[in-house]
Structure formats: structure tokens, C-alpha cells
């Protein structure tokens, strides 16, 4: 793997509020258009899970991945990433009775437009 294939911690980048704003009105209309008159529009995480993800050892950023819960609602599912843009997990492959609540990601964060203020 070259060092442009690693990842630093300043991947991504600055958008201007106009094209925030435009992009949070397409994800908006796309969902009107489906049907859904309210949809999510975003979910939110305290400092204190994305310092404990960040803190994990190697850890350079956080992936987000789009997920869906049981009831097809949107729910972002959070997981520490490392330099070779690995997923920051423990390995449990030798542990077969692990229990399932390890704290290995991050999810179910308050949803707006119930909690926006």
C-alpha cells in the first residue's frame, strides 16, 4: 500500500454553508418525492462516543456507514478507522462466546427533526 492509499486523519474537507444547504435540500426532496413528507434529516453523537472511537488504538478518523433499523427507519452505524482505512475492531475470531455488547461501534444517536433545536 503507497502513502496515498493511507489514511492521515484529514481526509475530507470544508464545504461551504451554501453547498450544505444544497445537498441537505436534494437529500430532502429525494425522500419527498418517495413519499416521506418527514424525513430524517440527520442524527446526532456527543463528543464522549466519537473521543472513545478516536481514542481507540490507531484510530485516525471515523466511518460512518449508512444502516437502516428494524423499522426502515435511517440510523448511521459509527466505527473507528486506522491508517490502512481498516475498521479499528478487536479481534474476536478465537472468542466464540463473546456477548454480542462489546462497544466496538457507535449508533442509535437522537434523530431530527424529533430532537433539532
Sequence with gaps: MTTKDLFD???GEWITA????????????????EGIDDP?????FGK???LKLLRKKDAVGI???FGE????SPSLVLVA????????????TALKDMPDGTGNYGGNG???????G
Excluded: M
Aim: aromatic share 10%; charged share 40%; hydrophobic share 25%.
Design 81 to 92: 478507522t486506522n491508517s490502512e482505512r481498516k475498521n479499528v475492531i478487536p479481534d474476536q
Design 40 to 44: 430524517i434529516r440527520a442524527e446526532f
Design 63 to 65: 466511518r460512518f456507514y
Design 69 to 72: 433499523n428494524e423499522d426502515g
Design 48 to 50: 464522549d462516543i466519537l
Design 110 to 116: 437522537p434523530k431530527c427533526p424529533q430532537y433539532c
Design 9 to 11: 486523519g484529514s481526509e
Design 18 to 33: 451554501s453547498e450544505a444547504a444544497r445537498k441537505q435540500e436534494r437529500f430532502l426532496c429525494s425522500r419527498r418525492k
